[in-house]
């Protein structure tokens, strides 16, 4: 089992530098930066934790094929991996329908921009001319970097509905369930098997990692409070799926969306946040994590704590 860490692109370069540095001297196998739109750009912050550190592992959850290009991301990621002596891995997805509608950008065959863009990046990276004439791609055969990347970087796929899920058994080195409350991740790895059956794949080759919402303090008011702030900010853009497993539909979350999009009113949000949301993390103390988990915040409670009862 490996243990990693996820944080959003919303603080201070430095606070990544300092928490991934302790998340590598308290054991963390990966460190992982969102680039969620209008917030710091994860590559770049990604930069600066490769430059700090030796050993963890980097990667961004998630970059998108519609707001940056594929071959641009090819470009970045193969940066990346240079940079960090080969310790990049690429999380991949098709993003957040409501956040690309700020910009204007269509959100057309999600899966399709998935996949098309997960076999290019691959040959890419592997030193190859990626043509494709595909539904989403349509690359002339001058598509091939003109540098030798290090390796081909692992790609993860970001997946939140059943088809997504699928795909990262058919296609993916590794995946990233998006938000999916601990307890339903049963739910989870059959989709993953069945893709990986169909692409007659192994899935004990790929790295399928529990991407949960923590937030792990002495105080449970104040773990709860920070975890309020994430699920009235992202509630919105889950899926019906998820939303499903909780009890929960997406009229829930209309006034909260309201409050923050609208009114930029994050503490009035966060009251509106029901004690189901919060189900769609962890909240509480270390026993809480480990109790949760077995059926992340506090990185030296984690390392010391958490780490241990599952090596």
């Known amino acids: 089992m490996k243990f990693s860490l996820r944080f959003n692109n919303d603080h201070p370069v430095s606070s990544y530098v300092r928490w991934a540095k302790l998340a590598e001297s308290v054991g963390f196998n990966q460190f992982?930066?969102?680039?969620?739109?209008?917030?710091?750009?994860?590559?770049?912050?990604?930069?600066a934790v490769a430059l700090a550190t030796?050993?963890?592992?980097?990667?961004?959850?998630?970059?998108n094929p519609y707001s940056i290009n594929p071959a641009e991301i090819a470009m970045m990621i193969a940066t990346l991996d240079?940079?960090?002596?080969?310790?990049?891995n690429l999380g991949l997805s098709?993003?957040?329908?409501?956040?690309?509608?700020?910009?204007?950008?269509?959100?057309?065959?999600?899966?399709?921009?998935?996949?098309?863009?997960?076999?290019?990046?691959?040959?890419?990276?592997?030193?190859?001319?990626?043509?494709?004439?595909?539904?989403?791609?349509?690359?002339?055969?001058?598509?091939?970097?003109?540098?030798?990347?290090?390796?081909?970087?692992?790609i993860y796929i970001g997946a939140m509905s059943p088809k997504m899920l699928e795909e990262i058994g058919r296609i993916a080195d590794?995946?990233?369930?998006?938000?999916?409350?601990?307890e339903h991740y049963q739910n989870v790895i059959p989709l993953i098997e069945k893709g990986a059956r169909e692409a007659n794949r192994n899935i004990d080759q790929i790295d399928v990692a529990a991407c949960i919402w923590c937030s792990v303090s002495e105080d449970k008011a104040a773990a709860e409070d920070a975890l309020k702030e994430k699920?009235?900010?992202?509630?919105?853009?889950?899926?019906?799926?998820?939303?499903?497993?909780?009890?929960?539909?997406?009229?829930d979350f209309e006034a909260i969306e309201h409050a923050v999009m609208v009114e930029n009113d994050i503490e009035k949000a966060k009251q509106?946040?029901?004690?189901?949301?919060?189900?769609i993390g962890i909240a509480g103390?270390?026993?809480?994590?480990?109790?949760?988990?077995?059926k992340l915040t506090n990185l030296e409670a984690i390392g010391r704590d958490v780490i241990p009862h599952f090596s």
């Not at 992982?32 to 930069?47: C, E, G, H, M, Q």
């Not at 509106?272 to 189900?279: E, G, S």
Request: aromatic fraction near 10%.
């Open 272 to 279: 509106l946040v029901t004690p189901p949301m919060l189900q």
């Open 32 to 47: 992982w930066v969102s680039n969620d739109l209008f917030f710091r750009s994860a590559p770049v912050i990604l930069t």
């Open 231 to 251: 699920v009235a900010y992202y509630g919105h853009a889950l899926s019906e799926s998820i939303l499903q497993q909780i009890g929960l539909t997406h009229a």
């Open 54 to 63: 030796e050993k963890i592992e980097i990667g961004t959850c998630i970059l």
């Open 82 to 88: 240079e940079v960090s002596n080969g310790r990049f």
């Open 285 to 294: 103390k270390t026993d809480d994590l480990i109790r949760r988990v077995e």
């Open 94 to 154: 098709s993003g957040a329908e409501d956040f690309l509608n700020w910009i204007g950008v269509p959100y057309i065959k999600p899966r399709t921009a998935v996949i098309e863009s997960t076999h290019a990046i691959n040959q890419l990276l592997s030193g190859n001319r990626a043509a494709v004439e595909g539904e989403f791609l349509k690359w002339s055969g001058e598509t091939y970097l003109r540098f030798t990347p290090r390796r081909r970087v692992p």
């Open 174 to 182: 590794g995946g990233l369930p998006l938000l999916f409350p601990p």
